[in-house]
C-alpha cells in the first residue's frame, strides 16, 4: 500500500489509526492463506494400505502360508464376487486386494469398472466369515485412498454405514482396517466428513480408544479423528468438535510421537478458525502441552504444535494472552533460529501476529528477547521468513510506544529492514516502506527526525528509496516518493552527524538515552 498523503488505505490496516486489534491479525490471516494452503499436504490426508505386502506376500491374518496365491482373471473376479460360494468369494476378494495394495499403480478404475464395489460393501455385514469382511476392507480402504472419485464410489456403494458397524467388531483387526477406511473416507473434503460425523461415527470411534488400545491401532484411530477436524467451508460441526477434544488432548500425552503428532495437527485445524472456535481449544487448558510441543525436537511433533499456537495467536488480545502465559515467547527464538526455514516462518508469522498486539504484549515480546532473533532473521533467514519478519516489525512500529520503537531500532533492526528493499516482492517492499514512516513518526515525537534521516543515509538507505521511484508498481513507487518528499528534500545541516561509537555503531540520542546501532 502507497504511502500517500491521504492515508485512508493504509489506515485500515492498522489498528492504532482507528482499527482495532483484531483487524490487523486478520489482515495476517489473509496473508497467509497461501502459507497454510502450502502446508496441508504435511500431513497425509489418504493412505493405502500395503503394509502387509511388504511382509509375508500380501497374507491378512488367518490366510494360510502354504496356499498358493491364486492369480484370477479380472472377469473371475468378477464371476466369483457375484456368485454364491463363500470360498469363491473369499479368494477373489482376496486377489483384488492384492491388486490394490501393489506399490506401484494399483488399478482403481479398472476394480471400480468391475462394478463390484457394491458387492464388497455387501460382504462387509458378512459376520459369517471374518476373513471376507476383512479383505472386503482392506480392498475398499485402498480404493478409498485415491483420488474424489475413488473415495466417491465407495460412498455411493453404501460404505460409510457398514464400516461404522464394523468399528464394533469382535475382531480387532477388522475393527482397524475400518478405522482406516473411515479415514480415507473423512480425510477427502467436508462433505464426507460431515457425512460420516452425521451417521454418528465419532461415539464408536471414541470408543476404540483406550490404555489397552495397541500403539499401531491408536495411531490410525488418531490420524482419523484429526482427518474428522480437519477442512474448513464448513468448519466441523461444534457438537462433534466438543466429543472429540477431550480425547484428543489425553492423545496429546501419549509417548508415541505419531499419535502426538496427529493429536497435534487435529489442534491445528481446530484453531484454524473464528474466534469462538479458537476459544474452545483455549478453555480446554492445552496451551502449556502445546508450547511444550513446540520445543520438541521431533519435526513432526514441533511443526502442528507451532501451527495450532500461530492459529491462537490470530485471535483476540486475551486468547494470545493465554499463548503468551503459556510460554510461547521462551520457545520462539531457537524456532526463528531453526535449520529449517519454514519452521522459521512459520514462528516469525506467530511472531507477527503477537506484535499485532497491544504495547503490554509488545512489551512481553521485547523482555523475552524476541528482537536479537527477529533482526537475525530479517539479516540472514530464507526470503520467506523474511517476508513474515517484515511483517512483525511494521506491526511492531504500529503498536508499539515511541519507546519500544527506540528499542526497536537500538537492536539493529534499520540495516536488514532497508536491504530488503531490494527484495523484487513489491507487498514486502511497501509494509518496509510504511514501517520507515512509521519510524519516522516515532522520531518526529523525540524530535530526531534529522538524525534518523542521517541514519538511514549512512545505510545506504535514502539511495535504496530514491531507487524505487523507478519501480514498476506504481504504489511503491508513490509510497518512496511521499518519504523523500516528507524527509529528504530539505537542505542539509552539514553539521549535523550521527556520532559514531567506539564499536562503529551510530549513537541516535533520544532524551538521555542512545539510539546505539
Known amino acids: ?132 469382511q476383512f479383505e472386503a476392507a482392506w480392498a475398499l480402504t485402498n480404493i478409498a485412498s ?13 460404505a460409510i454405514p457398514a464400516f461404522i458397524s464394523l468399528l464394533s467388531s469382535p475382531h480387532m483387526h477388522i475393527s482397524e482396517q475400518s478405522v482406516w477406511a473411515l479415514g480415507n473416507i473423512a480425510g477427502d473434503g467436508p462433505l464426507y466428513r460431515d457425512a460420516l460425523i452425521n451417521c454418528n ?16 491401532f491408536l495411531r490410525n484411530i488418531t490420524w482419523t479423528l484429526s482427518n474428522l477436524c ?20 489425553c492423545l496429546m500425552e501419549h509417548e508415541d510421537k505419531d499419535i502426538i503428532s496427529d493429536s497435534c495437527w487435529a489442534i491445528s485445524y481446530l484453531t484454524d478458525g473464528s474466534n469462538d ?19 520438541s525436537p521431533e519435526l513432526i511433533v514441533m511443526t502442528p504444535a507451532l501451527r495450532a499456537i500461530g492459529n491462537v495467536v490470530t485471535g483476540t488480545d486475551e486468547q494470545t494472552q493465554a499463548a503468551i502465559d503459556a510460554g510461547v515467547l521462551a520457545v520462539l527464538p531457537c524456532l526463528l533460529r531453526h535449520a529449517k526455514p519454514t519452521i522459521q516462518k512459520e514462528a516469525a508469522w506467530t511472531l507477527s501476529n503477537i506484535a499485532a498486539g497491544p504495547c503490554r504484549q509488545i512489551q512481553q515480546l521485547i523482555t523475552c528477547g524476541l528482537l536479537p532473533p527477529l533482526v537475525e532473521l530479517l539479516d540472514k533467514g530464507d526470503f520467506k521468513a523474511q517476508k513474515e519478519a517484515v511483517w512483525a516489525v511494521a506491526n511492531f512500529t504500529t503498536g508499539g510506544t515511541v519507546e519500544q520503537v527506540v528499542e526497536l531500532v537500538q537492536s539493529g533492526v534499520l540495516k536488514p529492514l532497508l536491504n530488503l528493499l531490494l527484495a523484487k516482492d513489491s507487498k514486502t517492499i511497501l509494509v518496509i516502506l510504511d514501517t520507515i514512516s512509521n519510524l519516522f513518526l516515532a522520531a518526529e515525537k523525540l524530535g530526531e527526525t534529522e538524525r534518523l534521516c542521517l541514519l538511514v543515509e549512512e545505510l545506504d538507505g535514502l539511495e535504496k528509496i530514491e531507487a524505487l521511484q523507478t519501480h514498476d508498481n506504481n504504489m511503491v513507487y508513490r509510497a518512496a516518493l511521499t518519504i523523500i518528499e516528507k524527509y529528504f528534500s530539505g537542505e542539509e545541516n552539514p553539521d549535523l552527524q550521527p556520532g559514531t561509537s567506539q564499536d562503529g555503531l551510530y549513537d541516535f540520542s533520544v532524551e538521555k538515552q542512545d539510539f546505539n546501532f
Do not use: W
Not at 146 to 158: F, I, L, N, P, R
Open 1 to 132: 500500500m502507497p504511502v500517500v498523503s491521504d492515508h485512508s488505505e493504509r489506515m485500515k490496516k492498522f489498528k492504532n489509526k482507528g482499527k482495532d486489534a483484531a483487524a490487523l491479525r486478520r489482515q495476517r490471516v489473509e496473508v497467509n492463506i497461501e502459507l497454510r494452503k502450502a502446508k496441508k499436504d504435511e500431513q497425509i490426508l489418504k493412505r493405502r494400505s500395503i503394509s502387509f505386502s511388504l511382509l509375508d506376500e500380501s497374507l491378512s491374518p488367518g490366510e494360510d502360508k502354504r496356499n498358493e496365491i491364486i492369480q484370477l482373471s479380472l472377469e473371475e473376479i468378477v464371476q466369483a464376487v457375484n456368485g454364491s460360494n463363500t470360498e469363491l468369494q473369499l479368494q477373489a476378494t482376496q486377489a483384488t486386494r492384492r491388486m490394490l495394495s501393489r506399490q506401484k499403480d494399483p488399478p482403481i478404475n479398472q476394480i471400480i469398472e468391475l462394478g463390484i464395489i457394491p458387492r464388497l460393501v455387501e460382504f462387509l455385514t458378512r459376520a459369517d466369515s471374518a476373513p471376507l
Open 277 to 295: 472456535r479458537i476459544q474452545i481449544v483455549v478453555d480446554t487448558g492445552i496451551l502449556p502441552r502445546l508450547v511444550e510441543l513446540m520445543a
Open 230 to 249: 480437519r477442512n474448513k467451508n464448513p468448519y466441523p460441526p461444534l457438537d462433534a468438535v466438543k466429543k472429540m477434544l477431550p480425547v484428543l488432548i
Open 201 to 216: 461415527v465419532i461415539p464408536p470411534l471414541l470408543a476404540l480408544v483406550s490404555p489397552v488400545t495397541p500403539v499401531g
Open 146 to 158: 485415491g483420488t474424489s472419485d475413488h473415495t466417491k464410489a465407495v460412498v455411493e456403494g453404501g
